[in-house]
């Protein structure tokens, strides 16, 4: 049974960090492109950041330069270091299997002014 587990979620001010994990099991995040969604108040999920089988990284224009997504091998997780945030980051962040219907529960980000 594959489960994937978000940490690391908060209430900051704007310009502060925070960093997300996801804990996966029953799966080797090894042999898959792992994802972070958010989903902000009464809008859709949105793509945030993917780190792909092949070590490459890829983010939306909004968090370039601010987010970096990456992952531990010997843990089975993967992170979301979140810099200068924004209060337009505040959403519901969620990682997800590539391709496949796994999906954590989300964890909470909310960013003051």
């Known amino acids: 049974q594959v489960q994937l587990v978000e940490s690391g979620g908060g209430s900051v001010q704007a310009g502060e960090s925070l960093r997300l994990a996801c804990s996966a099991s029953?799966?080797?995040?090894?042999?898959?492109?792992m994802v972070w969604y958010r989903q902000a108040p009464g809008k859709q999920r949105e793509f945030v950041a993917m780190?792909?089988?092949?070590?490459?990284?890829t983010y939306i224009d909004p968090v370039k330069g601010r987010f970096t997504v990456s992952r531990d091998l010997a843990k089975n997780t993967v992170y979301l270091q979140m810099n200068s945030l924004k209060p337009e980051d505040t959403a519901v962040y969620y990682c997800?299997?590539?391709?496949?219907?796994?999906w954590g529960q989300g964890t909470q980000v909310t960013v003051s002014s």
């Open positions: 029953g799966i080797s995040i090894i042999n898959y492109a």
């Open positions: 997800n299997v590539f391709g496949k219907p796994y």
């Open positions: 780190f792909t089988k092949g070590n490459s990284t």
